[in-house]
């Protein structure tokens, strides 16, 4: 049986105040559509606010330090995200993976972290261009998939999202057989990795996602859902991929 849909808005470092009004639109878009699951991570300073604004609307963090406290200038803790009123996190993007060279032993370590706090947490791998064309993106994503992944690991809290790092921001997607390739073999790393219940783990995919591309990657076999950047930022481009969403 598929997987319910999932599409989850990544804000990156977008959005004041006055975006609010973007995330209460995709909340009454997403209530309208009660077959998929629908979220927004916003920057951690409007996580209160929007959660506040939006009862019942799952709004998420976009990275969580993997200590419960201490001596770590400018993070913030699973407690703290959990406590402004995140529910889940994106962990191990690959703007992160590049900017603050996060490993995947410390991402693994954040989405253990993300999970004692009660949160989900969405695990982000993904191959560069010189890899893909290499021929190395299945080796290098499932041995990502492998060393990040947490201890525990259940489908109640763990969502994987495949984004090619070549496809982010670009508005270049891959070839839907390349999708369903590399869904696969992510699908398969998690079955060796949990046994049972790895087939619930839902896998999104991610990179230049919009209303026009969404029902055809939405229709590859094991994507579960979307990583959306740039198109979630407002509730006219992350509409359409909400309703493909509901249609696929
Ligand atoms: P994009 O970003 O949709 O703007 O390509 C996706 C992501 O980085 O999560």
Redesign the pocket.
């Known amino acids: 049986m598929a997987n319910r849909k999932y599409i989850v808005g ?1 804000w ?1 470092m977008n959005g004041l105040r006055e975006n609010l009004g973007d995330i209460a639109d995709i909340a009454a878009i997403a209530a309208g559509h009660d077959g998929v699951d629908v979220g927004i991570c916003t920057p951690a300073t409007l996580i209160a606010a929007a959660v506040q604004a939006n009862p019942g609307f799952a709004i998420g963090a976009q990275d969580c330090h993997f200590a419960e406290s201490g001596a770590h200038t400018g993070c913030l803790s699973a407690a703290m995200l959990k406590e402004a009123g995140a529910t889940y996190s994106i962990l191990g ?3 992160r993976r590049a900017d603050q060279q996060e490993g995947d032993t410390e991402i693994k370590g954040k989405a253990e972290a993300v999970h004692a706090a009660g949160m989900g947490a969405i695990i982000c791998v993904g191959e560069t261009e010189e890899e893909r064309d290499a021929c190395q993106a299945i080796e290098v994503v499932t041995v990502q998939l492998a060393n990040s992944f947490p201890d525990g690991a259940s489908a109640d809290w763990l969502t994987i ?1 495949y ?1 090619p790092v070549w ?4 508005g270049r997607v891959p070839a839907a057989s390349d999708v369903e390739e590399m869904h696969a073999a992510v699908r398969a790393k998690l079955g060796e990795l949990m046994g049972h219940g790895s087939e619930e783990v839902r896998i999104l995919y ?4 919009n209303g026009d591309n969404a029902a055809e990657l939405l229709a590859v076999p094991n994507v579960d859902g979307g ?5 979630s930022l407002t509730a006219a481009k992350f509409g359409p991929i909400i309703e493909a969403a509901s249609a696929a």
């Not at 991610?206 to 996602?209: D, P, R």
């Not at 990583?227 to 198109?231: C, F, I, N, S």
Request: glycine share 24%; aromatic share 0%.
């Open positions: 990544n990156k993007h690959s703007e999202a984004e496809a982010i921001g670009t991610g990179g230049s996602m990583l959306v950047g740039g198109a």
